[in-house]
């Protein structure tokens, strides 16, 4: 199956008939649709969809490998439903075709999650997909001069403003009496930050799997510092809330899908590399390191509600969010607890 593009769309019905799916693009992600193994039309009798904005980044291996192994396919038709796959290249873009009425599902990061919740939009966190601390780090060139974040001061970043890359930056700030005022920021997505770093355009990348093994595997970048002990960088999956409430029985079925793959990631994390490699562009025995740096896991346990509690209101009291959120409203855990009884 053909997946680099910056967004697909697949249409996965009861029918098994292989056709192409096409739906408008949002986010100023051009892509065109294609159908594969996982992916067949829209049949003519009523059915429900659920559209599912996908970020092709290791960070979600779980969901690409119930993707790409039919499972998500297989639950869904169970309850008599199907599923349409747009991929973009961020969390605030996903949060864009959802407040658009374009996307019913979103997995990202804890932080863009929590900026969409604190604008307004209808959304409820309902599992947990991984969490890595040294999946998101401050890349520097290999010949940089940079020794310490302290010397990050009056230095250009590049980031994904929005991101949970702009959180740990301003952690590791933080913990050097710094803030984002003491550096200067370029909003860059993170397929563009590599480039920018090569051609010196900025100082430091914060940047996050697949670019982090990948620039340092070729020695073009090494690691100033990551996520350790500071940011465990939740991933989690959003729900419209109102289409949630709606149909929990696809809700759950989509918790099943990724149980599924996270007993594959367990049991045979080759051949699940082997299977996403492709989705993120990187090799198998590079996706297989990858896979090292991760949990991967649906249940919220409190621990990680405790982490997406303090992302909030580091993001409030630091401007990042202008409106507080309700942690207990944001985080239904509801369809977990149903799935795993």
Same mark, same amino acid.
């Given at each position: 199956m053909n997946t680099k593009i910056f967004k697909r769309i697949l249409a996965v019905t009861l029918t098994g008939i292989v056709a192409t799916a096409a739906l408008a693009g949002c986010g100023g992600n051009a892509g065109t649709s294609e159908a594969g193994s996982a992916g067949t039309a829209a049949s003519s009798t009523e059915e429900t969809v659920?559209? #599912?904005?996908?970020?092709?980044?290791?960070?979600? /291996?779980? #969901?690409y490998v119930a993707h790409e192994r039919g499972y998500l396919q297989e639950e @869904? +038709?169970?309850?008599?439903?199907?599923? /349409?796959?747009?991929? !973009?290249?961020?969390?605030? @873009?996903?949060? +864009?075709?959802?407040?658009?009425?374009? +996307?019913?599902?979103? !997995?990202?990061?804890? @932080?863009?999650? #929590? =900026?969409?919740?604190?604008t307004g939009q209808n959304i409820e966190i309902v599992s947990n997909v991984a969490y890595g601390e040294q999946a998101l780090a401050v890349l520097i060139p290999t010949d940089s001069d940079i020794s310490s974040v302290a010397d990050l001061k009056g230095k250009t970043i590049g980031y994904a403003t929005g991101s949970y890359a702009q959180h740990l930056l301003a952690l590791l700030l933080e913990g050097e009496g710094l803030t984002l005022d003491d550096v200067q920021s370029v909003n860059l997505g993170a397929g563009d930050q590599p480039a920018a770093l090569a051609n010196g355009e900025v100082d430091a990348i914060v940047i996050w799997e697949q670019y982090i093994s990948q620039l340092t595997s070729e020695g073009t970048a090494k690691v100033l510092a990551d996520g350790t002990g500071i940011k465990k960088g939740n991933m989690i999956t959003y729900f419209v809330s109102d289409y949630a409430q709606e149909h929990p029985e696809i809700v759950e079925a989509y918790i099943k899908a990724l149980n599924r793959a996270d007993e594959d990631l367990q049991s045979d994390p080759a051949g699940c590399a082997a299977d996403v490699a492709e989705d993120f562009n990187v090799s198998p025995e590079l996706m297989e390191q =990858? =896979?090292?740096? !991760? /949990? !991967?896991?649906?249940? @919220?346990?409190?621990?990680? =509600?405790?982490?997406i509690t303090s992302v909030k209101d580091f993001s409030l009291d630091a401007g990042i969010i202008q409106n507080d959120v309700d942690i207990d409203s944001f985080i239904n855990t509801q369809y977990l607890e149903e799935v795993n009884n």
């Open positions: 659920v559209r #599912i904005g996908a970020q092709p980044f290791p960070l979600y /291996t779980p #969901i @869904l +038709e169970a309850v008599g439903a199907s599923y /349409t796959w747009d991929e !973009f290249q961020s969390g605030p @873009l996903v949060n +864009e075709a959802v407040a658009a009425g374009e +996307e019913d599902v979103g !997995f990202m990061a804890d @932080l863009p999650a #929590i =900026i969409a919740k604190s =990858i =896979i090292e740096k !991760f /949990t !991967f896991k649906t249940a @919220l346990d409190e621990d990680d =509600i405790k982490e």
